[in-house]
């Protein structure tokens, strides 16, 4: 790495995240300030418009916790929607699963994709070739509008955070479309943002999806290089009763190739909601 490095840094709240490194990919596309950071301690990292998304050492701390509950919870899951995700970490631990035979990403910045698959290989890898993953260059919205009903076995939502483009995929509108172009067991996964660093878009997502699904249940844990670091996903379904058993024959297999996630993980990560965001939800029911 040239000593010449820098400092960048995410502001949120009067806080500042930072990473030293290098810079090896900047540019704007239509929709957002791309930049792609070599650094010594995480790897390669990726900044949407001043905000960390990912990088190469941290990144199975988010992408494994919003995929696998939902995955190994479904005994078939054969079509899954990936809405967002242009890094390749969410394709990749979907198309782990042998039982997942077509996955539909759809990415609004296509240079996104473009930049990841340059650079950032240690996230998507071969998942970028794999036959069973089709990429629709779209707006998220607008394709789950034009789906047909009782299509998916599982949406993921892997979207960055609210923003002028990205605000509709926080929409009660969005997650009813979700719920009409899911199967009768279908699961959606989003990831809902930080009880601490964003209270407010946390408890809309919660109560958004509440009122729109018979079921959910939020699960906590930490992404080292997020704001605050602890982060949230938050799991919707139509069932009626509780949703996230484990019922994939898959799951041993899983666990070893995750570095992250297992069951007695996922156990613990479901309890541990903080009691201010209890509180909070308690009074806001009322």
């Not at 631990?93 to 930049?115: A, P, T």
């Amino acid at each position: 790495m040239k000593k010449n490095k820098i400092w960048i840094d995410e502001i949120c709240n009067n806080s500042r995240y930072g990473l030293a490194g290098n810079i090896i990919a900047k540019c704007n596309s239509k929709y957002q300030e791309i930049i792609i950071l070599e650094t010594e301690e995480y790897g390669k990292a990726l900044m949407l418009d001043g905000c960390w998304m990912t990088t190469d050492q941290g990144e199975k701390y988010y992408h494994e916790c919003l995929v696998h509950p939902a995955l190994s919870s479904l005994k078939n899951s054969s079509k899954i929607l990936i809405i967002g995700g242009g890094d390749g970490g969410t394709v990749r631990e979907c198309l782990k699963y042998k039982k997942v035979n077509y996955l539909d990403l759809v990415e609004i910045d296509e240079e996104v994709i473009n930049l990841s698959k340059k650079y950032l290989t240690n996230i998507g890898g071969k998942s970028w070739s794999d036959k069973r993953l089709h990429i629709n260059i779209e707006d998220g919205f607008q394709w789950v509008k034009k789906t047909e009903d009782n299509y998916y076995d599982a949406i993921i939502i892997d979207s960055s955070d609210p923003s002028d483009f990205a605000n509709n995929l926080f929409s009660p509108k969005f997650y009813t479309e979700c719920k009409r172009v899911l199967k009768k067991h279908g699961i959606l996964a989003t990831q809902s943002e930080s009880p601490e660093s964003f209270k407010k878009i946390h408890l809309k997502i919660y109560f958004s999806l509440k009122n729109t699904f018979k079921n959910i249940a939020t699960m906590y844990s930490f992404v080292p290089f997020y704001p605050s670091g602890i982060w949230s996903w938050t799991f919707a379904s139509d069932t009626d009763d509780y949703f996230l058993k484990q019922k994939c024959e898959e799951i041993k297999s899983i666990e070893k190739n995750c570095e992250i996630w297992n069951s007695k993980f996922q156990e613990g990560a479901f309890k541990m909601m903080p009691s201010k965001i209890i509180r909070e939800i308690s009074i806001l029911k009322k």
